[in-house]
Structures are given as C-alpha cells and as structure tokens.
Nanobody, 125 residues
C-alpha cells in the first residue's frame, strides 16, 4: 500500500510553468507505475501522464504532449510533473495515483487504487 501527497500547485499566467510533486510513503513505491490525472470543474477526471516503475517509459495525453514531462526519483519516493507552456484549459485539480494492477500504461482512472488529495493549478489568461 502507498500513501500519496501532492504539492506544487498554484496560480500562474498562461505560458508559464509549474512543477508538481507527489511524495509517496511506503517501501514499495519503486515497484509502482505512477500516473497523473486532472479534474476541471464540471468535468470528469482525465488522464494526463504515466511513468513506469523504473522511469524508463512514459506516456502522455495528446493534450499535454510536448508541454508536460513526468519523471520520478525512486530514492526520494517522489514523482514529478513538469508543466510548461501552460494554458487556461490546463486549470484543474491535479492528482497523482498508483494503479492496483499491472500493465503499462494505464489511462483509465478506474485502474488506479491509490490517490493523493490533489493540488489546484490555475492558469490565468
């Protein structure tokens, strides 16, 4: 089992950057693939990015490809989401999550068993 805590959200102007962090507790963090999701008001939670347990494979939603980068540091039990060239439509609560089963990438939220509390990202125009 793993507990997840996100940080790094905030208010930024369009075109700016933010880096989100997700700190995990539990000795098994390095064995989990990890994902980032986001949920805007009135919309369903959507997949953003995923990284495999070793960090050698990544996968992105088309809407963020080329602008966002997911990475991890297993020694620090932390996964990151570097967000560049932010747009107002990136405004959402961002969640990190760990899937309950195997298979990479998992893009359905229903494949993820462990979730953080979320961090708000607001991009002003």
């Amino acid at each position: 089992q793993v507990q997840l805590v996100e940080s790094g959200g905030g208010l930024v102007q369009a075109g700016g950057s933010l880096r989100l962090s997700c700190a995990a507790s539990g000795r098994t963090f390095s064995s989990y693939d990890m994902g980032w999701f986001r949920q805007a008001p009135g919309k369903e939670r959507e997949f953003v990015a995923a990284i495999n347990w070793r960090g050698g494979s990544t996968y992105y939603a088309d809407s963020v490809k080329g602008r966002f980068t997911i990475s991890r540091d297993n020694a620090k039990n932390t996964v990151y989401l570097q967000m560049n060239s932010l747009k107002p439509e990136d405004t959402a609560v961002y969640y990190c999550a760990a899937p309950g089963g195997s298979g990479f990438p998992q893009i359905s939220q229903y494949k993820y068993d462990y979730w953080g509390q979320g961090t708000q990202v607001t991009v002003s125009s």
